[in-house]
């Protein structure tokens, strides 16, 4: 599967939303995860979705303000973002683990099979 995501340039407290987009095969195959990555720090994980689409899980760090959701018509998955502040700058990629079951999750870089190329997205103050 190609993944291709989508980002962009907003002040804090705006919102923003990202969306990745499948080809190849459907996106509910797939346990559906969000990442980020700042400079100088490891990638780390920001919100899964199961391969169901009925359990979602997020990082403390973006909880109460960021929502991952799929749509499987257009194949997509989103991350919607509100509140956002200028520490959620970062480069953002989707990822699809391929040995998802449908009702867990995984949360760690190394579960994930295909990985989109990233986009940047930055919060300025």
């Known amino acids: 599967v190609q993944l291709q995501a989508w980002g962009g340039l907003v002040q804090a407290g705006g919102s923003l939303r990202l969306s990745c987009a499948a080809s190849?095969?459907?996106?509910?195959?797939?346990?559906m995860g969000w990442f980020r990555q700042a400079p100088g720090k490891e990638r780390e994980f920001v919100a899964v979705?199961?391969?169901?689409?009925?359990?979602?899980y997020y990082a403390d760090s973006v909880k109460g303000r960021f929502t991952i959701s799929r749509d499987n018509a257009k194949n997509t998955v989103y991350l919607q973002m509100n509140s956002l502040k200028p520490e959620d700058t970062a480069v953002y990629y989707c990822?699809?683990?391929?040995?998802?079951?449908?009702?867990?999750?995984?949360?760690?870089?190394?579960?994930?099979?295909?990985w989109g190329q990233g986009t940047q997205v930055t919060v300025s103050s």
């Open positions: 990822a699809a683990d391929a040995a998802s079951s449908r009702y867990s999750f995984k949360v760690v870089t190394t579960a994930y099979d295909y």
């Open positions: 190849g095969r459907t996106v509910s195959s797939y346990g």
């Open positions: 979705i199961s391969r169901s689409g009925v359990i979602t």
